[in-house]
């Protein structure tokens, strides 16, 4: 039969706790002495813990607990501390201790005591024992309660008081069942930033992840870029629903898209203005970030606002005060900004249409959404949200055959389909679809119907110049390079390079395009090395007659 092992006590010295006045001290609970006086817990040994200060206070306790339990070895242990209330401090000269001490687990069982000494060194014991720095269980001690029969008697009648006792395993189940139900919390939130799809891109997944975390930890401005349609303003909605659901807000959304606003109309919509304030004011207005007092206000595409109204903005931020159009006092309003745009901000910086210091103030938290061609993974699973959002929209149950589900799905994902407008885009072609559908079962000729539109739309001369700026030659480039490849290009290049893949993708071999590209140098070349030319231009983006070719 295995020997049992005995039982080792670390607990902290209690100034206020475990002093009392020498010819009274055994008229109050001391709940370091109390620990060994109990019937039930046999202490072997016990580590006291204890500030340098507290010497004399830490030799009248050590000679207590021998009082009450002779056989209790009693080790004391010096904390030089000079702040018992500075985290770092305590924490790291109890991790010290940790490292330093023997630890005989076969032979011992530890209790740390957490009932004494401040909370800051109370909560570095629990952290200490949940990470197993301390291998140990948590020894919880309370004050005698009359009723509960826990006072003790001296050998010589004078009452001693014990209270009660009780160890907390970390490792116990109860525990697991709690942590699992905190990641089912977690899931639940990534899940409504998700909007409840299940991506399968692992990238997304982890950006969710992150935006979550910064979320409900941060109230500093956040910057969502993106492609137009990339789906900016659905998530700036979902992580204002985060908040509110973490009582972190208390106040609206409140959602402008800065592209629409010009002139004095900007000002007055963002900050508000008087009676008065300018032609037309015929009235007062509280403007929309007043609105989002306790709230938060997301400024959709604010590289379009002008530069007046970006200084506003920046005192609006940073001193959570402005003055509205006309009005003689300022106004406060407490908001956290989202803020979105597709447009690359640092670029409109260097051209002198966007403040430096309002970027350095609002892309502390900056979160790119991928576009749905970098998302091909996640076709299907929002092709399935689209199907029940047009279910809901048109009141009847719309579904795809297997057929026309493959056929839409094959092409969704290939580099044919562009999706320039990206999430909305793809909204619209199933909304289409679902309209569409007999009965609300689309089948393969209303796909085919709708792929014969979508290739119409997106041909070269169709897609010159989409809304978001996006144009043929960065759909061609993104295609072979990808989206951080082909924003590296300069303009120049990028018309090179997007004409040259072209003209491959059209040839039959590298010398056919080689001859193409260089129809004219090469009359008045002796050597005719057209393929040769065409490889190594290539090689300079990293490229290979093999990599720009249609897949």
Not at 426 to 445: C, K, Q, Y
């Amino acid at each position: 039969m295995a020997k049992k092992r005995s039982t080792v006590v670390l607990g902290l010295l209690g100034p206020t706790l475990d002093a009392g006045m020498a010819t009274a001290r055994w008229e109050r609970w001391r709940p370091t002495v109390a620990v060994c006086q109990h019937a039930d817990l046999d202490v072997a040994r016990f580590e006291l813990l204890y500030q340098v200060e507290y010497e004399k206070l830490a030799t009248t306790v050590s000679r207590d607990l021998a009082s009450v339990s002779p056989d209790t070895e009693v080790h004391r242990h010096v904390l030089r501390l000079r702040d018992p209330w500075d985290f770092e401090e305590v924490y790291g000269a109890l991790l010290d201790f940790a490292r330093t001490y023997p630890f005989d687990t076969d032979r011992h069982d530890y209790l740390v005591h957490i009932t004494t000494g401040t909370h800051v060194a109370q909560i570095c014991l629990f952290l200490l024992t949940e990470s197993r720095h301390l291998p140990a269980r948590l020894l919880q001690t309370s004050p005698p309660n009359a009723r509960d029969g826990s006072a003790f008697q001296k050998p010589d009648g004078a009452a001693r008081m014990a209270g009660t006792w009780r160890a907390i395993d970390l490792d116990l189940s109860r525990y697991d069942r709690i942590a699992t139900r905190f990641d089912e919390e977690a899931r639940a939130r990534t899940g409504l930033l998700k909007q409840g799809i299940e991506t399968r891109n692992e990238a997304f997944n982890a950006l969710i992840d992150r935006i979550e975390r910064v979320a409900l930890r941060s109230r500093a401005p956040m910057l969502l870029t993106g492609p137009t349609g990339s789906g900016k303003t659905q998530l700036a909605g979902r992580i204002y629903a985060l908040k509110k659901s973490a009582r972190q807000v208390e106040g609206e959304f409140v959602e402008v898209n800065c592209a629409t606003l010009r002139g004095d109309t900007a000002m007055a919509t963002l900050f508000g203005h008087t009676k008065g304030a300018f032609t037309g004011a015929v009235g007062e207005r509280e403007g929309l970030l007043r609105r989002a007092d306790r709230g938060v206000a997301f400024l959709d595409e604010i590289g379009e606002l002008g530069l007046d109204e970006q200084a506003m903005l920046l005192r609006a931020i940073e001193e959570k005060a402005f003055r509205p159009m006309g009005a003689d006092r300022e106004v406060k309003s407490d908001f956290q900004l989202l803020a979105g745009t597709h447009r690359d901000l640092a670029a409109r910086v260097r051209e002198g249409r966007f403040r430096e210091d309002l970027l350095a103030r609002i892309e502390l938290w900056t979160f790119e959404l991928p576009g749905l061609r970098a998302r091909p993974e996640d076709v299907e699973p929002n092709l399935d949200w689209e199907l029940e959002r047009a279910t809901r929209s048109l009141g009847v149950r719309v579904t795809m055959n297997r057929e026309a589900r493959a056929r839409f799905v094959a092409f969704a994902t290939s580099p044919a389909a562009l999706w320039p407008g990206n999430f909305r885009d793809f909204n619209a072609s199933i909304t289409r679809m679902a309209t569409l559908a007999h009965a609300g079962r689309i089948d393969v000729p209303t796909v085919d119907d709708e792929l014969a539109r979508l290739r119409a739309r997106w041909a070269p001369q169709g897609v010159a110049h989409d809304t978001d700026g996006t144009d043929a030659d960065g759909v061609l480039l993104a295609d072979v390079l990808g989206r951080e490849g082909s924003a590296n290009l300069d303009r120049f290049d990028r018309a090179q390079l997007a004409d040259v893949i072209r003209v491959c993708r059209a040839s039959a071999s590298l010398s056919a395009a080689g001859r193409t590209l260089f129809a004219v140098s090469r009359a008045a070349r002796s050597s005719h090395n057209d393929a040769d030319r065409l490889r190594k231009y290539l090689a300079r983006h990293g490229l290979s007659w093999e990599s720009v070719r249609p897949s």
